[in-house]
């Protein structure tokens, strides 16, 4: 028997459009158990730090409807330079693939 792949599927998990991102920019966030299952929930995403960490759980784990929910689009740009050097490959190539501008130049 062969388990499912971590990555199978990510294609699915990624917005048609940044758009479709409706994170929010400022405050504190309280991810759901089947995004944080242990350690941190409540991530104050003003704070750079804390907000990759909650992005890299989100991106890995979420579902689409996840992502559209608690990542913000303008941050997301920011972050990405510093952001796809915490994620796995295929999460990375995923998204660069569907976004072409957040691939590094």
Known sequence: M???SRWEGIEDRVPDSLD?????????????????????RAYDVSDPRLR??????????G????VEQYICADHLRSDWP?????????????WETHFPGLAPE
């Open 52 to 61: 990759m960490s909650m992005y890299q759980a989100v991106l890995a784990e």
């Open 20 to 40: 479709d991102l409706h994170g929010p920019a400022e405050g504190t966030v309280e991810l759901p158990l089947h995004l944080a299952w242990s350690g941190l």
């Open 63 to 66: 579902r689409r409807v996840d």
């Open 2 to 4: 062969t388990l499912p």
């Open 82 to 94: 510093r952001l796809r050097k915490l994620m796995g490959r295929p999460l990375r190539k995923a």
